[in-house]
């Protein structure tokens, strides 16, 4: 088995300031995933990574960066963050793409204040 | 493009009576692969059960779906809930684009009443 870990658990930050959420996996797992989860509208994909140094857009990239560093963490940056934006980021991996099981880690709230 | 609608909101049912959730799927993919995720309160979302294969059941803790390409969907049922089951269910498709990354809809919230 493996673990996903994610930091911090909570995040406060301040209208406009940059925030950095960072994700850790020891599955050896090649894809890694950024997913957003609001109340009643799901899970919406931010960024995920096949490999090392590689980056994709998801639905929800817009306002975010990611870093794939090596191939156990990929970190997720808020680039300028919104009054009143309240959710749970979940960082994900699996061995790869289409039908292999996606694993989650237990998710970074945000609020902004 | 790639879509997913299941049951809106929240479904309330009371302990030992029947669970249906449903799920149907918009896709161009031949072979549609399906998933239902459930995520309980304050934990990770996790795999309950998958399918590649048309008109086959598939079965994992209780729970069964079977996927119908026919009329696109992907039903989950349970014959008696349980209070554990109360949790948040995502049907999620493969999308048919280069992706290939799970298309998650908004969920559903069960709800189990004693």
């Known amino acids: 088995g493996g673990i996903i870990t994610q930091t911090p658990k909570f995040l406060i930050g301040q209208e406009g300031q940059k925030l950095t959420l960072k994700c850790q996996q020891n599955?050896?797992?090649?894809?890694m995933y950024w997913y957003r989860q609001d109340s009643g509208k799901g899970l919406r994909l931010i960024y995920y990574?096949?490999?090392?140094?590689?980056?994709q857009k998801g639905d929800l990239s817009e306002g975010y960066d990611a870093s794939r560093e090596k191939k156990s963490s990929f970190s997720l940056t808020v680039t300028s963050a919104q009054k009143n934006e309240m959710a749970v980021f979940l960082c994900a991996s699996s061995i790869g793409t289409g039908g292999t099981e996606v694993f989650f880690g237990k998710g970074t709230r945000l609020t902004v204040v | 493009g790639d879509s997913v609608t299941q049951t809106e909101g929240l479904v309330t049912l009371t302990e030992g009576l029947p669970v249906m959730l449903n799920c149907t799927y918009q896709t161009i993919y031949s072979n549609p692969f399906l998933f239902w995720y459930v995520q309980h309160l304050n934990e990770s979302p996790r795999l309950l059960l998958k399918s590649f294969t048309d008109n086959k059941r598939t079965e994992h803790q209780g729970f069964h779906a079977t996927l119908h390409k026919s009329s696109s969907s992907f039903h989950l049922q349970k014959s008696s809930a349980q209070l554990s089951d109360s949790a948040l269910y995502y049907c999620a498709p493969v999308a048919s684009s280069g992706s290939w990354q799970l298309i998650f809809g908004s969920g559903t919230q069960l709800t189990v009443m004693p």
């Open positions: 599955f050896n797992h090649d894809t």
């Open positions: 990574s096949i490999t090392e140094n590689d980056l």
